[in-house]
């Protein structure tokens, strides 16, 4: 008779909820633990060693010339990739939401293949193409054009590092909202532009934004495939993550996680304005 008592305790709701709560403590304790150790020690280390000359000397790192070139070209690099995969997203998730037609299912795993193939597999791509024994290199010398260890190469490896983000957003969005109210506009006589800015474009803008920023924020971190078609010309082809490695091997430590700092602000901007943005969806959805 013991043994059925104590399994009619467990099933009484006082058990339950004390099984409940502990499972929750425990999940919940699991998760901050993991986000502690993971984000937030490392974070703190960045800006306590970014600091740990002092502000004036955390200032002056950014004073340097290679690190004004740095910030500058990884700014120049994400302002071209940014509204190309903007442009790109948009037309893929309309055309693989809206139509029928062959090659669709393709087009859209061939969407997904940055997440599956290396960054660092994606530079050598463009290093066997355009490079001094690539492919076009020939030509490319011959007409004195330089692609790979120049700005060309490294907005060409970071739109293929970054151009599945706002696809990626829109298609399933797109999906969702399905045609009626834009079948409805056309009916009513509206072209179909007119139908695409005023109908279907208000419906998808925070999806567009929110796609926007996180390829905005890989644009500007990503290291990878930078790092193979740049060449490391320091204050010519490095970027802020280039730069961070160059000072570090340096032993520029201050200065390493200065810059390193400025990466992770931006991060940390960008995480916020993605916050803000889901709160504000949810709330005009509500």
Sequence with gaps: MAGP????????????ALVSRFVRTLVITVSVAFVAVLLIVPLTTVFAEAFSGGVAEYLAVFKDPDTLAAIRLTLIAAAVVVPLNT???????YAIARFEFRGKNLLTTLIDLPFAVSPVVSGLVYVFLFGANGWFGAWLDENDISIVFALPGIILATLFVTFPYVARELIPLMQMLGIDEEEAAISLGAGAWR????????????????GVILCNARAMGEFGAVSVVSGHIRGVTTTMPLHVEILYNEYAFVAAFAVASAL???????????????WRSAARQG
């Design 195 to 210: 139908t695409f800015f005023r109908v279907t474009m208000p419906k998808i803008k925070w999806g567009v934004l929110y």
């Design 264 to 278: 992770s602000v931006l991060g940390i901007v960008t995480v916020i304005i993605k916050s803000a943005l889901e």
């Design 5 to 16: 008592a104590r399994g009619r305790d467990v099933d009484r709701p006082g058990g339950n």
């Design 87 to 93: 442009l790109f997203g948009v037309a893929a998730a």
